[in-house]
């Protein structure tokens, strides 16, 4: 006996199960976007963007624990759908929610780094001052025929001898000096900070 039937219209339920299983075996076969939206967050923090073809209502603020593809860097904040932040970021440790506490203590943290940079660039600038005020570091080389000199004065000698005269410790990579083959004044350049550079008088006289 042949069985015949008329076929059933779906479902609002089933047409949107329908929905979200085509949207989700998207980013299963290669679509690497993940569901979240962007979201406009406070001024002075870093925060990446974030692009979506849907929108969702359930947004949770979270800060990022590392770098993860597509979200952001490090300590950025954000804004993703609650159930990307619950299965996926947070299982794995990658975020975790923002909470005013969070945020409170995230602006103690930025003010302290702040103060720290102010403090390296003053003690910059004061050491900048000591080697601009000093009369010149004194050199003494062995002199052949006229004014030349036998051998050159390189970084490392200029090191030792603010180290010598001046008792301060300088790393050899700031130190930027001209070519030195003869007697007579020249002028070292130290990088004490990004945004400081001293100049120390070097003097290279014979015996």
């Known amino acids: 006996m042949a069985i015949t039937g008329t076929a059933l219209p779906l479902s609002s339920s089933s047409s949107s199960s329908s929905s979200y299983l085509r949207r989700n075996y998207s980013l299963l076969a290669g679509n690497n976007t993940p569901p979240f939206t962007a979201a406009k967050l406070p001024p002075r923090t870093s925060y990446c963007t974030i692009v979506s073809q849907q929108k969702s209502k359930k947004l949770r603020k979270i800060i ?13 904040l954000c804004a993703v759908k609650a159930g990307y932040y619950r299965n996926y970021l947070h299982p794995l440790g990658m975020a975790q929610i923002v909470t005013s506490q969070l945020l409170k203590e995230m602006k103690i943290e930025e003010e302290r780094i702040e103060a720290e940079k102010r403090r390296v660039k003053e003690e910059a600038q004061q050491l ?80």
């Open 64 to 76: 990022l624990k590392e770098d993860v593809e597509a979200l952001g860097k490090k300590g950025e």
């Open 128 to 207: 900048a001052l000591v080697f601009e005020t000093f009369g010149g570091l004194k050199v003494k080389r062995t002199v052949g025929k006229g004014k030349q000199i036998f051998g050159s004065v390189t970084t490392q000698d200029l090191v030792d001898i603010i180290k010598a005269q001046l008792q301060r410790d300088v790393d050899k990579r700031i130190v930027s000096l001209p070519e030195i083959r003869e007697t007579g004044e020249y002028t070292a350049e130290l990088k004490l900070h990004p945004e400081v550079t001293a100049q120390l008088k070097v003097i290279v006289y014979g015996n």
